[in-house]
């Protein structure tokens, strides 16, 4: 299961921090990544994190957004600053998992941040 929170109202050059609870999942064998839906268009990737570690953040957040795991709490925060308006979307949590022969999508709950100029 994934839960995300952290989401809110943020000003413009603000920072805001999500971040995605997980349960029974192994993040070794699991691709973890953020997602965020704008009110009316797709759903988008932000940024993931492999098993291995390995991050990837999308182009218009690369400078702006941090993607991080505590193996520990089984826990991915998404730490996002230089907020822009445009940030503004439904931000949803995503678990990759990977099995022998297949891989199964887990998705959270959205959770809306709202960014103000």
């Known amino acids: 299961q994934l839960q995300a929170s952290g989401g809110g109202e943020g000003q413009a050059g603000g920072s805001l921090r999500l971040s995605c609870a997980t349960s029974?999942?192994?993040?070794?064998?699991?691709?973890m990544a953020w997602y965020r839906q704008r009110p009316g268009e797709q759903r988008e990737l932000v940024a993931q994190?492999?098993?291995?570690?390995?991050?990837n953040l999308a182009d218009s957040v690369k400078a702006r957004f941090h993607i991080s795991r505590d193996v520990d709490n089984n826990v991915v925060d998404l730490q996002m600053g230089s907020l822009r308006p445009e940030d503004t979307a439904v931000y949803y949590c995503?678990?990759?998992?990977?099995?022998?022969?297949?891989?199964?999508?887990?998705w959270g709950r959205g959770t809306l941040v709202t960014v103000s100029s």
């Open positions: 994190i492999a098993g291995d570690g390995t991050t």
């Open positions: 029974g999942i192994q993040f070794r064998h699991t691709r």
């Open positions: 995503k678990a990759e998992v990977y099995y022998v022969l297949s891989t199964r999508d887990f």
